[in-house]
């Protein structure tokens, strides 16, 4: 059996990717800064949130990615954390960067510290194009972010691509 490690569980992406995992047959671990406090709503509504192993994990916080990463085991994690919102990106932009660039680097740094074979999955978001003039975006349409959300989501991509090519990681 395979085991899935969702960070951002509570989201709407996350619920649903947690309830596709589990009719496919696999574990489900998700994180939550304070899972101890979190309602999970999602989760409930969805009638999965006893099905899910839910533990608490700070992403900005490398020994708290280790701990998870080791007691965990997973075989695919799932990056779906960090602060979502465009607009709160202006009032927050310190925070918004951490969660998502701090965040991903992060958990790059332990998987590659543990050397598993564990596949990543992280969310990007078309905000890193920014305007695009009305032409579709595609693979080789330069980034130009124009929120602190979109450079933080762009910023985690290149992590993202760097630790591909220099480390090997999935």
Do not use: H
Request: charged residues 20%; contains cysteine; neutral net charge.
């Amino acid at each position: 059996m395979k085991t899935a490690l969702i960070c951002g569980v509570s989201g709407q992406d996350g619920a649903y990717l947690a309830d596709l995992l589990l009719k496919k047959g696999y574990s489900v671990c998700g994180t939550s800064r304070d899972a101890q406090m979190s309602s999970f709503r999602n989760l409930s509504s969805l009638g999965i949130r006893e099905k899910i192993k839910l533990e608490s994990m700070s992403l900005t916080d490398f020994r708290s990615v280790l701990q998870i990463l080791t007691k965990i085991q997973p075989d695919e994690v799932y990056n779906l954390a960090g602060q979502s919102s465009v607009g709160l990106s202006f009032e927050q932009p310190v925070e918004t960067l951490e969660s998502m660039a701090i965040g991903t680097l992060n958990l790059l740094e332990a998987i590659r510290f543990t050397k598993a074979k564990i596949k990543l999955y992280n969310a990007s978001s078309s905000e890193c194009f920014g305007d695009t003039q009305g032409i579709p975006a595609d693979e080789n349409t330069p980034f130009r972010p124009r929120s602190p959300y979109a450079v933080a989501k762009s910023t985690a991509f290149w992590e993202v691509a760097n630790y591909r090519e220099a480390y090997g990681l999935f």
